[in-house]
């Protein structure tokens, strides 16, 4: 007998259903609903585990590192900084490869055709829809999957590495669909609905908070699904910490997410005091549902989950990659000139000069986000006159980043000063987490037979980070003041 076309949502349907014109009366039992503005359901066929369809898969570093990477043939009219370009590394190659192997396991622990992982996921419906008065009859237990391990990616992107282009390529593979998904029953009686979000991206709260976390969270999966905020019960301050996170848990596994993706994060947001239960949340529900969950964090970042100690070994337990600025005579860096040349530069020549590649490099210390900035004004001030003054020297360029990064100058400053090394408190290299390495940042916090001590100086050699930079032209900002001034708005100081 040809089986039944799924209509239903969480409704198992009969063997003969009525035609679909008659239907008109069946009471969705779904928290969701129908769902018919979401995109076209996926239709699993007996037997299969509908999570793996079209998740990607990859036998090498290499080739994960392709899939990854986006460079645009152009500007196409948009002048504006984009942040999807990504010309990737070995660390990047690493970590996709990783995160898809994660993203295949969480898939088969949490596979729709099986009937106890169904049972799982009604659960958490009724737990997320209950009501008050019996919310504390249902235990964390009941939202959590028995066997599995967390699966955190922690990725230490510091500011103007591409931590919005990470994220976004990382949503690229992976993919951004939300769609109902329908599962033939057993017994070949009919389907049962449910529901599949590809990636979520969500941010790490400023102020800590878990309720923050949750309600913003609740409302976001609210807007996808329009269900008028009906999630978000468990956002009130008065809840526990206990309670969030168990409502996160539930959400999580309700929405059938495949990869949870967390960030950016910066130093000031994820303080190990006052972000300490955030964390703890983020560390809890990866290791009682095992879904992969990607974390973009700064370096300064990483050092505040170290200090949370309870936390820390399952947020990291998938692997820390720690991206580092781009190689003044790297090739990868040379493919980060071209892609920005193309894309915003051209109407100069087809090429760069050859001096380009070091000149952009000692403005933008191998940073793309940056690179990628100064490009973007230089192309915007061209457009500006009509392309009637394109013209661009090397003086040319350290105006213009004079004035593109004027607000990253302070920050800049302080990444130029630690490749002298010298003596820090702990303190001042805290407070340039964001940008500064990793081996940096985690040398501040105190050792053994130390006090902790936030002002106490101590000894760091050169980071070594701008090898070639007593050969490269400092941006002499006194000058670039002067020059700035007798040119246009565009390029105003």
């Not at 100690?309 to 990659?321: E, F, H, I, N, T």
């Not at 793309?368 to 915007?380: N, Q, T, Y």
């Amino acid at each position: 007998m040809q089986q039944p076309s799924p209509t239903g949502a969480t409704e198992i349907l009969p063997a003969s259903p009525p035609i679909i014109t008659q239907r008109a009366d069946v009471v969705v039992d779904s928290p969701f609903g129908e769902l018919p503005h979401l995109d076209p359901k996926i239709v699993a066929m007996p037997g299969e585990n509908p999570a793996l369809r079209g998740l990607p898969k990859y036998s090498s570093a290499t080739q994960a590192l392709r899939a990854l990477e986006y460079v645009p043939d152009n500007a196409e009219g948009d002048l504006s900084a984009d942040g999807h370009i990504l010309v990737g590394t070995a660390v990047h190659g690493s970590l996709l490869l990783d995160l898809s192997a994660s993203a295949r396991v969480s898939a088969g622990e949490r596979n729709l055709g099986d009937a106890r992982f169904q049972a799982k996921v009604m659960t958490a419906h009724q737990f997320l829809h209950q009501k008050e008065a019996n919310r504390d009859s249902v235990v964390p237990a009941t939202v959590s999957l028995p066997g599995v391990q967390a699966k955190v990616h922690f990725a230490v992107v510091g500011h103007g590495l591409g931590q919005r282009a990470l994220i976004n390529a990382c949503q690229r593979v992976f993919g951004k669909s939300n769609r109902p998904v329908d599962v033939p029953v057993a017994d070949g009686g009919g389907w049962i609905r449910f529901f599949r979000m590809d990636t979520l991206v969500h941010e790490f709260p400023s102020n800590g908070s878990p309720q923050t976390f949750y309600r913003t969270l609740a409302r976001k999966v609210d807007g996808m699904l329009n269900t008028g905020f009906r999630l978000g019960h468990f956002a009130s301050r008065r809840r526990s910490d206990e309670e969030v996170t168990s409502a996160t848990q539930a959400l999580m596994l309700s929405i059938n997410v495949g990869i949870l993706i967390i960030g950016p994060v910066s130093t000031r947001e994820s303080d190990p005091i006052r972000a300490a239960s955030m964390w703890s949340l983020l560390a809890t529900l990866a290791a009682e549902t095992g879904i992969p969950i990607l974390v973009v964090a700064t370096a300064g970042a990483a050092a505040n989950l170290i200090e949370h100690s309870g936390a820390q070994p399952d947020l990291s337990r998938g692997g820390v990659y720690d991206f580092a600025p781009y190689g003044l005579s790297s090739k990868t860096w040379r493919n980060v000139v071209l892609a920005i040349w193309v894309k915003y530069l051209r109407a100069f020549a087809k090429t760069p000069p050859d001096w380009f590649y070091t000149a952009l490099w000692a403005q933008s210390l191998g940073r793309i986000e940056l690179a990628v900035k100064i490009a973007s004004h230089i192309a915007r001030f061209w457009a500006s006159s009509n392309y009637a003054n394109v013209s661009l020297t090397q003086a040319e360029l350290r105006k213009h980043a004079h004035t593109a990064l004027a607000l990253e100058t302070p920050r800049l400053n302080a990444i130029r000063r630690a490749d002298t090394g010298g003596n820090f408190s702990r303190a001042q290299v805290m407070r340039n987490g964001d940008w500064l390495p990793l081996e940096m940042v985690i040398k501040s916090l105190p050792e053994l037979d130390a006090t902790d001590d936030w002002f106490t100086k101590r000894h760091y050699r050169s980071t070594k980070l701008v090898g070639a930079m007593a050969s490269l032209p400092a941006i002499n900002h006194e000058s670039a003041r002067e020059n700035s001034a007798s040119q246009s708005s565009g390029i105003a100081p």
